[in-house]
């Protein structure tokens, strides 16, 4: 009988972990839940003898690798990877798979929230501004983002990106991709950060790019910090006194952000962007029926590695 391990720091909501519970019962599979964790013994407890996990941002290492002697494939359901060793699992022969989409609506509205939450002031009484008519400028154009477009188009907002990766998918709905990063961040009045913590993105948001925005402009990152080098951007907000910067993701000196900044500086206390039921349920399922596909068909549809 295959094990599953459903390692979640944060859990999924109680309605999505049922359902998750209900594929692998009816494949025959035995479920085996580590939810709220606080020491990473615990997961390396809990991977022994299991031969599929599902994660969210959960970091598998090679210390966790080496301690699931059986595993043999590990879902991220949701989108960005980057927490799992992806090279070390591949030398050991486990499949790592993400769930691409599934989550995408839900951090799109976050973003979305937290423009508005910005743009208003942070609710705190003085006079804020109004998306309609602003230009929106979306950094990377995968699925998240391309959610965001749909929302921002419908509040009037006009919306341009940088991709090199989605140029057709832009190009097929008449979006503007702009010449250059730098470009984007020039004619936006909020940026929207949609790129994975990988490759060239790792700390693209440099000062190059950042000296080009607006004194009065937003940023808003629901991707991840270690596409923003964060030193830049302490500098960028401390020279243009009016930037922005809305994350839920929370940068390495939080402390200094949010002393140096206050009422321009916001991060979410827990990562909430794909914390919906709606999105818990997709991914969650989703990542259930890839492990039962994985093993009874040998699909390997979302493999990443
Ligand atoms: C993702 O990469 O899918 C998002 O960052 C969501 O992360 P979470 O599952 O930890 O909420």
Known sequence: MKKILIATEKPFAPAA?????KIFAKAGYKVFTLEN?????????????????????????REVLDAAEQLRIVVRAGAGYDNVDCNYAREKGVVVMNTPGQNANAVAELAIGLAIYGLREMFSGKPGGELRGRTLGLH??????????????????KVIVYTRYSKEAAAAIGLKNTHSLEELYRKSDVISIHVPAKGEHL???????LKEL?????????????????????????????????????PDQKILF???????YYAT???????????????????????????ENGDTTCKVN
């Open 17 to 21: 972990s049922e359902k998750i519970n």
């Open 37 to 61: 964790y606080t020491d990473k013994s615990e997961l390396l407890t809990a991977v022994n003898g299991v031969d599929a996990m599902i994660i969210r941002s959960d970091q598998v290492d």
């Open 269 to 295: 206390p827990k990562k909430m962007g794909a914390q919906t039921a709606e999105a818990n349920n997709n991914a969650g399922m989703a990542a259930a029926e890839q492990i039962v596909a994985f093993f």
């Open 214 to 250: 607006d004194d009065h402009s937003l940023i808003v990152n629901t991707a991840r910090k270690e596409v923003i080098n964060e030193e830049d951007l302490l500098r960028i907000m401390a020279e243009k006194p009016h930037i922005k910067y809305l994350t839920d993701v929370e």
């Open 203 to 209: 700390r693209s948001v440099s000062y190059d790019v």
């Open 258 to 264: 949010a002393e140096k900044f206050r009422g321009r």
């Open 140 to 157: 990377g154009f995968g699925y998240v983002a391309q959610n965001v477009f749909r929302i921002a188009r419908a509040l009037g907002m």
